[in-house]
Nanobody, 116 residues
Framework: QVQLVESGGRLVQAGASLRLSCVAS????????MGWFRQAPGKERDVVAR????????WYADSVKGRFTISRHNAKNTVYLQMNSLKPEDTAVYYC?????????WGQGTQVTVSS
């Protein structure tokens, strides 16, 4: 059974930093691409950042480029999202996703709230 568990979200002020973590189990983690997505109230879930299985390749949405960094530690089955210079518009539920061979796997999400 594949399980993804996110953590690290909380209420912060604008300009603060947070690091989100996502721990995966039940699937060979080191051979799978991973991603972070977010969904604000009343909006669709959008991709924030993605990382290849090795960590050598990353991609970011324009809205977070230069502020967020995705990384992974395959020995710990964990993917991270370092978020700096947070803005109120970053407020959302953040989800991690693992790209399986036949489907995507999602975590339950962690709430990030940025106050102005």
């Amino acid at each position: 059974q594949v399980q993804l568990v996110e953590s690290g979200g909380r209420l912060v002020q604008a300009g603060a930093s947070l690091r989100l973590s996502c721990v995966a189990s039940g699937l060979p983690f080191g051979s799978r691409a991973m991603g972070w997505f977010r969904q604000a109230p009343g909006k669709e879930r959008d991709v924030v950042a993605r990382i290849s299985w090795s960590g050598a390749s990353t991609w970011y949405a324009d809205s977070v480029k230069g502020r967020f960094t995705i990384s992974r530690h395959n020995a710990k089955n964990t993917v991270y999202l370092q978020m700096n210079s947070l803005k109120p518009e970053d407020t959302a539920v953040y989800y991690c996703r693992l790209d399986g061979s036949t489907r995507y796997y999602w975590g339950q999400g962690t709430q990030v709230t940025v106050s102005s």
